[in-house]
C-alpha cells in the first residue's frame, strides 16, 4: 500500500513538467509547420526565426537561401528596416541617462547648424518629438531622403544637408506622423554629441555590450561579413536586387544583423541590464503617443496597451528585405523574424507570420495563412493592356476612315498626352511617396505605370500624326479638284 501511495505521488510530481514538455513540442512543431507553408505561399527564398521563452532560446530555425545561392544561417546578415529605430532608440536613452541629452531639450541645441520652417514662431522639435515622430516632419520628407544609397562616413551628413530647410506641415508635438527624416536627425545628433561616427558608437557602447558582434551600421561593414542583398518582388516572384544599401539610412533602417544577435537583443529587452536603469529601460519602453485605442507608439517602439494583449514591437522593410521583433514581458517571450524579400503590395505577408507565431506560443494553436494577393500588379497590368489595345483599335479606326471629326480626334489625342503627363505626379500625391520610393518598394507596379505612361504619349503622339497627315491628304485631293475644275 506505501508502495502504491509513493508511487502515486511520484506520478502526480512528474506529470507537470511532462505536459509542460508535450505542450513545449506542440509549439515548435505548430511553429514549423506553420513557417513552412508561410514561406511556400508568400514565396520566400530566406527565412530565419528565433524565439526566446522564459530566458531560453526556444526555437530557432532557419530556411532558403540567399541571393547568392548559400544557404541562410542563424549567423546571415539582413538588413532590419525600421527595426533599426529601437536600436537608435536604445543609443538615445543610453546618452540620456548619462546626461549627455535630455528628451525634451530642443534639437537646435546639438544641431545649431539644421534649420526647419514651422508655421508658427514659438514651437520647437524636441528629441522626445523625433523619437515618437511627432516633429512635424511629414513622412513624405522622411521618404525623399531615404533610399538615396549614400555611403562613407559623410553619408549621414550628406543627408542632413538635403533635410535642412525642411517645411514642417505640423506644428512639434501636435501630430504624429512616421518619418524616416526623425531617427536621420537622431543619427546626427548621436555623432555631434559623442564626437563618433553613428556606426563606431553603436558598435562600441550597443551591440558590444549586448554581445551582438555580427550587427553593423556600414555597407562596407556588412560587406566584410558577407552581406548578401536580399530579392525584390515581380508579380510575387523573388527576382535578385542590386545593393540597395543606404549608409545613411542606419539609424532608422539599414541597421545589418542576425537572428543570433537578435535573440541577444530579445533577452535584454525581456530581462534588462547593465546598459539602462531600471527607471531608464521602463521609459524606453513606455507608451507615449495614442494612435488607436489601444495601439501606441513610444521611443522607436509600436506598443499594444490592451490589458489582456499587451506588448512592444516594430516591423521593418528595405527594397529587399523584410522583418519582424515582437516582445510579450508579461507572457516572457520574444522572436525576431527576418526574411530577405519585400514589395509593397506584400507589407503584409510577414504580419500575417508574426500574428501566425504569437498565435501559437500564447494559445497552442494552428492560425490560417491568408492567400498572398498581388492585385495591385494585376490591376496595373490589365488598365494597360486594355488602354494598349483600345489604343491600337482607335487608330486602326482612325486610319480607315475617310472623313472624320477632327476636334473630336485632336481632344483625345491631347487628353491622352495629359493623362501621360500628369499620371506619375497624381501617383507620387495620392500614395504620398516620391517615384524613387515607388521604384524601389514596387518594382513591378513601377514598370506597368512607366508602360502606361508610354502608351497613353504614344497613342496621343500617333492620333495626331495620323490627323495631320489625313487633313494633308484632303487639302492635296481637295486642291487637285480644284485644278481638274479650272482646267475645265
Not at 229 to 255: C, H, R, T, V
Not at 450 to 455: A, E, P, S, T
Request: aromatic residues 10%.
Amino acid at each position: 500500500m506505501k508502495k502504491g501511495m509513493l508511487a502515486f505521488l511520484l506520478l502526480i510530481m512528474l506529470a507537470p513538467p511532462l505536459s509542460a514538455n508535450a505542450v513545449s513540442n506542440n509549439q515548435t512543431e505548430l511553429i514549423k509547420e506553420f513557417m513552412d507553408q508561410s514561406i511556400e505561399e508568400y514565396n520566400i527564398p530566406g527565412v530565419s526565426l528565433a524565439v526566446i521563452q522564459d530566458g531560453e532560446l526556444f526555437f530557432q530555425e532557419n530556411w532558403g537561401i540567399q541571393s547568392d545561392g548559400t544557404p541562410v544561417t542563424e549567423d546571415t546578415l539582413f538588413t532590419l528596416g525600421s527595426i533599426s529605430k529601437p536600436l537608435t532608440s536604445l543609443a538615445i536613452m543610453k546618452l540620456v541617462e548619462q546626461k549627455d541629452i535630455e528628451l525634451d531639450q530642443t534639437i537646435d541645441t546639438y544641431l545649431p547648424s539644421f534649420h526647419y520652417h514651422t508655421k508658427g514662431d514659438e514651437s520647437k522639435i524636441t528629441i522626445r518629438h523625433l523619437l515618437t515622430h511627432t516633429s512635424g516632419i511629414s513622412s513624405y520628407e522622411g521618404l525623399k531622403i531615404a533610399e538615396l544609397q549614400w555611403k562613407g562616413k559623410n553619408a549621414i551628413n550628406d543627408a542632413i544637408q538635403k533635410l535642412n530647410n525642411v517645411e514642417l506641415n505640423h506644428e512639434p508635438g501636435d501630430v504624429h506622423q512616421y518619418s524616416a527624416a526623425n531617427y536621420l536627425l537622431l543619427g546626427k545628433i548621436i555623432e555631434h554629441v559623442t564626437n563618433q561616427s553613428f556606426s563606431e558608437f553603436m558598435n562600441d557602447e550597443i551591440y558590444s555590450e549586448l554581445g551582438m558582434d555580427r550587427t553593423v551600421s556600414t555597407f562596407k561593414k556588412a560587406a566584410e561579413l558577407g552581406y548578401q542583398p536580399g530579392f525584390q518582388s515581380w508579380f510575387g516572384k523573388p527576382i535578385k536586387s542590386e545593393n540597395l544599401f543606404d549608409d545613411s539610412g542606419a539609424p532608422y533602417g539599414y541597421i545589418s544583423s542576425t537572428a543570433n544577435d537578435m535573440a541577444k537583443y530579445i533577452q535584454f529587452l525581456l530581462e534588462g541590464g547593465d546598459l539602462l536603469s531600471d527607471h531608464y529601460f521602463d521609459m524606453y519602453t513606455s507608451p507615449q503617443v495614442r494612435r488607436t485605442e489601444d495601439m501606441y507608439y513610444g521611443l522607436g517602439w509600436r506598443i499594444s496597451t490592451e490589458e489582456k494583449d499587451a506588448y512592444f514591437f516594430h516591423g521593418g522593410e528595405t527594397p529587399d528585405s523584410r522583418a519582424e521583433l515582437l516582445i510579450n514581458p508579461k507572457k516572457n517571450y520574444g522572436f525576431i523574424l527576418l526574411t530577405n524579400k519585400n514589395n509593397f503590395s506584400e507589407v503584409l505577408h510577414t504580419a500575417y507570420m508574426r500574428e501566425g507565431i504569437k498565435t501559437i506560443i500564447e494559445d497552442g494553436k494552428m492560425p490560417n495563412i491568408p492567400e498572398a494577393s498581388h492585385k495591385l500588379q494585376w490591376t496595373t497590368l490589365t488598365v494597360t493592356i486594355v488602354l494598349a489595345l483600345l489604343s491600337i483599335w482607335n487608330l486602326f479606326r482612325l486610319k480607315r476612315k475617310n472623313s472624320l471629326r477632327v476636334k473630336l480626334w485632336s481632344m483625345i489625342g491631347l487628353m491622352s498626352i495629359v493623362f501621360s503627363i500628369v499620371l506619375i505626379p497624381t501617383l507620387i500625391y495620392l500614395f504620398g511617396s516620391p517615384w524613387h520610393t515607388i521604384h524601389y518598394y514596387a518594382p513591378d507596379t513601377a514598370f506597368l505605370i512607366k508602360c502606361l505612361v508610354g502608351v497613353l504619349a504614344g497613342n496621343g503622339c500617333l492620333l495626331f500624326f495620323l490627323i495631320i497627315l489625313k487633313e494633308k491628304r484632303k487639302n492635296d485631293l481637295n486642291q487637285s479638284t480644284d485644278g481638274e475644275k479650272s482646267l475645265l
